[in-house]
């Protein structure tokens, strides 16, 4: 069974600090996600990797960056933190594309909180 | 950019009566995925469907998916407390593509 871990699940910061989200997955997954959920605006994507140091915006990626120095740790860093990115996220984990057919596999997730 | 609208948003029903969401894509899709996220849980990824016209089912889960690759469903008979959640449909950008774009998914309610 696929595993994939968040290192927290619950997370406090202050604006403007640097904040690391780690996510590390068992299956040997080629690719990994970070995705962002919010009430009445659902899964959002952005930054996915589909192998190791390569690393693609999704649909919102202002105000984050990501690493990915081994297969299987994905990095979501934010560089100064907002009360706008206040949410849960999300990384994921798949074997193919998900435009071949092949699904994600999420962690718990992080709910963070920008105070 | 595709969009993936789903309805409805909220759904409450009688424990043993049915539920169905929908989803629309803009564009055609290579596949569609579901996926159902438990209350204070994360999504976990219940089937896909790849043909045109596909049917599958899940014990009481029948999911299908349109002739024109755009459209889908999961209809529920007899819902348990145990069905309980929020239902994401999900299409990729492109065959091929990493991609995922979600609906904004139903939220089901089951009043026992």
């Known amino acids: 069974d696929v595993k994939v871990t968040q290192s927290s699940r619950y997370l406090v910061k202050r604006t403007g600090e640097k904040v690391f989200l780690e996510c590390v997955q068992d299956?040997?997954?080629?690719?990994m996600f970070w995705y962002r959920q919010d009430p009445g605006l659902g899964l959002r994507l952005i930054y996915f990797s589909y192998d190791v140091k390569m690393k693609e915006k999704g649909d919102i990626p202002e105000g984050y960056s990501v690493s990915r120095e081994k297969k299987e740790r994905f990095s979501l860093i934010l560089e100064s933190a907002s009360t706008n990115q206040t949410s849960m996220y999300l990384c994921a984990s798949s074997l193919d594309p998900p435009g071949s057919a092949s699904p994600l596999h999420f962690g718990n997730g992080t709910r963070l909180t920008v105070t | 950019g595709q969009q993936v609208m789903q309805i409805p948003q909220y759904q409450h029903v009688q424990e043993g009566e049915d539920f169905t969401t929908y989803c629309n894509s803009s564009t055609t899709l290579s596949n569609i995925q579901w996926y159902k996220q438990r209350p204070g849980g994360h999504p976990v990824f219940l089937i896909q469907?790849?043909?045109?016209?596909e049917v599958k089912k899940q014990k009481r889960l029948t999911f299908q998916f349109g002739e024109a690759k755009k459209n889908s469903s999961l209809h529920i008979t007899a819902t348990q407390t145990t069905d309980v959640g929020t239902y994401f449909c999900?299409?990729?950008?492109?065959?091929?593509?990493?991609?995922?774009?979600f609906g904004k998914g139903t939220k089901l309610s089951v009043i026992p």
């Open positions: 299956m040997d997954h080629e690719n």
């Open positions: 469907l790849v043909k045109s016209g």
């Open positions: 999900a299409g990729p950008d492109g065959a091929g593509s990493y991609q995922l774009t």
